[in-house]
């Protein structure tokens, strides 16, 4: 069994001991993290997570011991946890190589893919000793996603501006995990090939691509950040396809991704 450890800001593979059943205090240090564990039936074993983390309902009561900002290595010291599941892409890698300096199991979980989700289910229920469940889980993840891609693959392409965040103005392009699901949608990505994954634009960027859908999180923040009724040249304002989603279930990498895929795809096909 291969055991993933992080190391100098590498993810290393290391020989560990077999007996994951033996895994009962687990602290999680993502909001996906979370969801993905009480997925599988490993919820209860959670001790300690970050903030944010506020799915399912039970995860609302787990102590909070940081954040983006940093985590209380001093708290992990006390809780003393069998496993330490980090998020590379959003916890600080000093804090992560403090973590496994001190001797801690840590895995890594950090999708970047919606086909990942699946296999990092399967691979926290190898590490719980709860496979049988995590395969089920993924399995039926993977089920509703094949059944997406499948059921809007010859649909017309909409041309999609997805609104990240509105001061500054940012979107989404390849690489970026909302690129996925815009691609399960049988979306086109107006800013697909922009040279980093969430760049920075101006509202003229957006006024160019001629984009015929508006895509928003329903951050209150996002939304009035821009009055896009002022520029109705664009399709999307012109033809009212500006549309809120839900940010939870689009930007966490956990089984939920699927629900906000099938909003995103909700969406362009009004838009078609």
């Not at 892409?89 to 300096?101: V, Y």
């Not at 090939?193 to 209150?220: F, G």
Request: proline share 4%.
């Amino acid at each position: 069994m291969l055991f993933m450890a992080l190391t100098g800001g590498a993810v290393l593979a290391a020989e560990q001991s077999n007996d994951f059943s033996a895994v009962k205090r687990i602290v999680a240090l993502s909001p996906h993290g979370v969801e993905m564990l009480f997925a599988i039936g490993a919820g209860d074993k959670i001790v300690a997570t970050t903030d944010y983390a506020d799915y399912p309902e039970a995860a609302k009561s787990i102590p909070r011991i940081g954040g983006f900002y940093g985590i209380q290595i001093e708290r992990i010291i006390e809780l003393n946890p069998d496993l330490v599941v980090v998020w590379q892409s959003g916890n600080k890698l000093e804090d992560i190589n403090q973590i496994q300096q001190l001797g801690f199991k840590v895995f890594n979980s950090d999708p970047k893919s919606l086909d990942d989700v699946a296999a990092e289910l399967v691979q926290l229920g190898e590490l719980t000793g709860l496979q049988t469940q995590a395969e089920q889980v993924a399995a039926d993840y993977r089920a509703q996603l094949a059944d997406i891609r499948q059921r809007n693959l010859n649909k017309p392409s909409v041309k999609v501006f997805y609104q990240l965040w509105s001061t500054p103005l940012m979107t989404v392009a390849k690489g970026s995990w909302i690129q996925h699901s815009i691609a399960a949608c049988h979306g086109d990505n107006v800013f697909y090939d922009a040279a980093s994954e969430y760049p920075q634009i101006s509202i003229e960027n957006v006024l160019l691509t001629q984009a015929e859908v508006i895509l928003q999180s329903q951050d209150e923040g996002n939304i009035l950040g821009v009055d896009w009724s002022a520029w109705p040249e664009l399709p999307a304002v012109k033809n009212k396809h500006i549309y809120q989603l839900n940010a939870d279930l689009l930007h966490r990498a956990s089984p939920r991704a699927i629900l906000g895929v099938a909003a995103l795809c909700e969406a362009l096909d009004n838009a078609r």
